[in-house]
């Protein structure tokens, strides 16, 4: 009867495929254990092997909540550098790509026109101031003869009105002689902010006039740059809030990947509008930009630090699972069990799932093998690169190399 049962033990570990669980030896009539473990013995006799998952313990922690959103950098200042008057581009005093200060000079013009309409303007200054000496003088005259009456009163008022006549002329002199000064000011273009120069959009010797719209040269400031972005009307609420607490929130310009950090800022602005074709309104980040990480043009990933959560549940975002009455986990209960348990899942970012309903702190919930769970089944932990693969198509590539 003892054999019997030795020999149908045996014959169910070999269809169970536990295989060198036991080994007899010859003349040996107790089996001897292999180290697989008492409890994957037990599992194998019974015909419910336990399945090697990964498992995690769900822990409290302070989470960070963000809205997520994509950007896109500006420049906090940008100018086409323009001539203000006509002439030929004598110059260009910039290499593209180079960082201009205000006030250095970007490029200059032909000066000789506006040279000899300065010229022209003064001599016409000194022949009117002539014009007036002589008229004061025959006003001088013409007062002494009226006061011996030998000039009428009519002749005099005459003369008065001429000197005044010839004084704004005199006015309108000199004011175009300073016109014709800042005009030839102008025939040195200089940059008006701190920036840098783009390509160059005019070559030297062409004719520029001051309605050209193209310009010679853009240039726009890095240093700050800011970062534009839009999230979905039903996140205002939460912004104005986190408003009304005080002090700007922290924005973060992640990249293309969504993970590496290139600058940290500040939110400056809320858009004054809900654009409605697309249900978002725009915000306004600044960044001191110090390492010119940030460049104009650039699509960025926009991370604005909302508020944080004290002492929330959080689980890896493998764990949780998708079904069709929503998410769950699969929950390992202390007779390595598992059990399947609907979860509210308040957040998942960068691979962490913020829990609000379902778990409490301590316990173990699954992260790799579901696959080959059902409520009830036996699990046993292993290590993470020892867990069954859940993609068949890597099972098949394990297969193939063993």
Same mark, same amino acid.
């Not at 990964?54 to 909540?65: G, L, N, R, T, Y």
């Not at 016109?179 to 902010?193: C, G, H």
């Not at 390509?199 to 890095?222: A, F, K, P, W, Y």
């Not at 316990?363 to 036996?378: A, D, F, I, K």
């Given at each position: 009867?003892?054999?019997?049962?030795?020999?149908?033990?045996?014959?169910?570990?070999?269809?169970?495929?536990?295989?060198?669980?036991?080994?007899?030896?010859?003349?040996?009539?107790?089996?001897?254990?292999?180290?697989?473990?008492?409890?994957?013995?037990?599992?194998?006799?019974?015909?419910?092997?336990?399945?090697?998952?990964?498992?995690?313990?769900?822990?409290?922690?302070?989470?960070?909540?963000?809205?997520?959103?994509?950007?896109?950098?500006?420049?906090?200042?940008?100018?086409?550098?323009?001539?203000?008057?006509?002439?030929?581009?004598?110059?260009?005093?910039?290499?593209?790509?180079?960082?201009?200060?205000?006030?250095?000079?970007?490029?200059?013009?032909?000066?000789?026109?506006?040279?000899?309409?300065?010229?022209?303007?003064?001599?016409?200054?000194?022949?009117?101031?002539?014009?007036?000496?002589?008229?004061?003088?025959?006003?001088?005259?013409?007062?002494?003869?009226?006061?011996?009456?030998?000039?009428?009163?009519?002749?005099?008022?005459?003369?008065?009105?001429?000197?005044?006549?010839?004084?704004?002329?005199?006015?309108?002199?000199?004011?175009?002689?300073?016109?014709?000064?800042?005009?030839?000011?102008?025939?040195?273009? /200089?940059?008006?902010?701190?920036? &840098?120069? @783009?390509?160059?959009? #005019?070559? *030297?010797?062409?004719?520029? +006039? %001051?309605? =050209?719209?193209?310009?010679?040269?853009?240039?726009?400031?890095?240093?700050?740059?800011?970062?534009?972005?839009?999230?979905?009307?039903?996140?205002?609420?939460?912004?104005?809030?986190?408003?009304?607490?005080?002090?700007?929130?922290?924005?973060?310009?992640?990249?293309?990947?969504?993970?590496?950090?290139?600058?940290?800022?500040?939110?400056?602005?809320?858009?004054?509008?809900?654009?409605?074709?697309?249900?978002?309104?725009?915000?306004?980040?600044?960044?001191?930009?110090?390492?010119?990480?940030?460049?104009?043009?650039?699509?960025?990933?926009? /991370?604005?630090?909302?508020?944080? &959560?004290? @002492?929330?549940?959080? #689980?890896? *975002?493998?764990?949780?699972? +998708? %079904?069709? =009455?929503?998410?769950?986990?699969?929950?390992?209960?202390?007779?390595?069990?598992?059990?399947?348990?609907?979860?509210?899942?308040?957040?998942?970012?960068?691979?962490?799932?913020?829990?609000?309903?379902?778990?409490?702190?301590?316990?173990?919930?699954?992260?790799?093998?579901?696959?080959?769970?059902?409520?009830?089944?036996?699990?046993?932990?292993?290590?993470?690169?020892?867990?069954?693969?859940?993609?068949?198509?890597?099972?098949?590539?394990?297969?193939?190399?063993?």
């Amino acid at each position: 009867m003892r054999l019997r049962t030795i020999f149908g033990a045996l014959m169910l570990l070999l269809a169970v495929g536990v295989p060198g669980a036991l080994v007899w030896e010859l003349g040996d009539s107790s089996p001897r254990d292999t180290g697989r473990g008492q409890h994957d013995l037990e599992q194998a006799v019974i015909g419910e092997p336990a399945v090697p998952v990964v498992a995690a313990v769900a822990e409290p922690h302070d989470v960070p909540i963000y809205l997520l959103a994509l950007g896109t950098v500006q420049a906090v200042n940008t100018v086409t550098v323009r001539s203000r008057v006509d002439g030929q581009l004598q110059s260009l005093r910039f290499r593209e790509g180079q960082d201009v200060r205000a006030g250095d000079v970007v490029a200059t013009l032909d000066p000789r026109p506006f040279e000899a309409a300065l010229r022209q303007m003064e001599a016409n200054l000194r022949r009117d101031q002539a014009q007036l000496r002589s008229g004061e003088a025959e006003l001088d005259r013409t007062r002494q003869l009226a006061m011996r009456d030998l000039a009428s009163r009519q002749s005099l008022d005459v003369q008065v009105a001429q000197v005044q006549q010839l004084e704004a002329t005199i006015e309108a002199d000199r004011a175009q002689i300073e016109n014709a000064k800042i005009e030839l000011e102008y025939t040195v273009i /200089r940059s008006p902010i701190d920036g &840098r120069a @783009g390509l160059r959009l #005019v070559d *030297e010797g062409n004719m520029i +006039h %001051g309605s =050209d719209t193209d310009g010679i040269v853009i240039v726009r400031q890095l240093q700050p740059a800011v970062v534009v972005f839009a999230l979905p009307e039903e996140d205002l609420p939460k912004i104005n809030s986190r408003l009304a607490m005080g002090g700007a929130p922290t924005v973060t310009a992640l990249g293309r990947d969504g993970q590496t950090i290139l600058a940290e800022g500040t939110l400056t602005t809320v858009d004054n509008v809900i654009d409605r074709n697309t249900g978002t309104f725009k915000l306004k980040a600044l960044f001191s930009n110090e390492k010119r990480t940030l460049w104009p043009g650039q699509f960025v990933n926009a /991370r604005l630090h909302l508020t944080t &959560r004290p @002492g929330s549940i959080v #689980v890896s *975002e493998a764990t949780v699972q +998708h %079904g069709r =009455d929503g998410t769950y986990v699969f929950v390992i209960a202390p007779d390595n069990t598992v059990t399947m348990r609907a979860v509210r899942v308040a957040q998942m970012q960068n691979g962490i799932a913020v829990i609000d309903a379902g778990l409490s702190p301590g316990e173990r919930v699954v992260v790799e093998g579901q696959h080959r769970l059902q409520p009830g089944s036996r699990v046993f932990e292993v290590e993470p690169e020892k867990a069954a693969p859940s993609n068949p198509i890597i099972q098949g590539n394990q297969s193939a190399k063993s």
